[in-house]
């Protein structure tokens, strides 16, 4: 991250009351049921969003399903062009030879095996360290559509260099997997994102969003989070998430 950048940030947070409210760290695990090697990483992804086991943490969970195993096989039902957008452009930042399944990326900052446990709940401490942009997300059903409001705490200046994503995820997916290197296996999946929409920052420090909802979607195991990252490093800045109801 640019100096200027940490530098303002870090007078966001001290400018901010001090409040109680746990730190949010992102973890985004880019998976695939076409895997082998995934399924452990899934069940970290899993305990970490139900356990919350950092104190004084928030980990914001997101399941990246990848589409590059999908004609290997078996296609992921969940697989999701953007997911892998998104880790070939942390692929620019950590190195090409660092795409891979499965890989946990915190905070857009560290990068390591997605099924190290022990490893991801250290990069969160440290993660958690950093200074944060506050970030606050509200939501609600319009019909087939979804509507979003974010509140974002950030100096005034810095929106030139960031970014906003609103990501939409569905908790509870079981798959039966039919053929390919997990064929066989009955695989349950969390926070598996289902859509990302992007926003430039301006002045305002409320951002809107809508979507449509795919009526496959189960409302009720839904969450709504909002990104705010470095648009150059894609280190992310700040993050809020609700439930959709």
């Known amino acids: 991250m640019r100096c ?5 940030l870090v007078m966001a947070a001290l400018s901010q009351p001090v409040s109680p409210a746990r730190v949010p760290v992102v973890v985004e695990l880019f998976t695939s049921e076409g895997c082998s090697s995934c399924p452990p990483a899934d069940a970290v992804l899993s305990k970490l969003a139900k356990e919350q086991p950092v104190a004084g943490v928030e980990i914001i969970p997101l399941g990246m399903h990848v589409t590059y195993w999908d004609q290997l096989g078996w296609r992921d039902p969940a697989s999701l ?6 880790q070939q452009d942390y692929g620019r930042i ?3 030879d660092r795409i891979y399944t499965p890989q946990a990326v915190v905070d857009g900052h560290e990068e390591l095996i997605g099924s190290a446990d022990a490893g991801i709940r250290q990069a969160v401490i440290k993660a958690a360290r950093q200074p944060h942009a506050p970030v606050s997300v509200t939501a609600r059903i319009d019909g087939d559509s979804l509507k979003a409001e974010a ?7 810095l929106e030139p260099k960031l970014t906003a994503r609103m990501l939409i995820t569905e908790d509870g997916l ?8 997990n064929g066989g296996r009955t695989l349950h999946h969390d926070a598996v994102v289902r859509a990302i929409f992007g926003s430039d920052l301006k002045a305002a420090r409320l951002l809107g969003f809508s979507a449509s909802l795919n009526p496959a979607w189960r409302r009720d195991h839904l969450h709504v989070i909002v990104l705010v990252e470095d648009k150059s490093a894609h280190r992310i800045v700040g993050a809020g998430q609700t439930v959709l109801k």
């Open 4 to 8: 200027g950048l940490f530098a303002a």
């Open 81 to 86: 062009a953007m997911a892998t957008e998104r």
């Open 94 to 96: 950590f190195g090409e």
């Open 151 to 157: 509140t974002i705490g950030l100096p005034p200046g």
């Open 174 to 181: 079981t798959s039966i997997v039919k053929r390919g290197e």
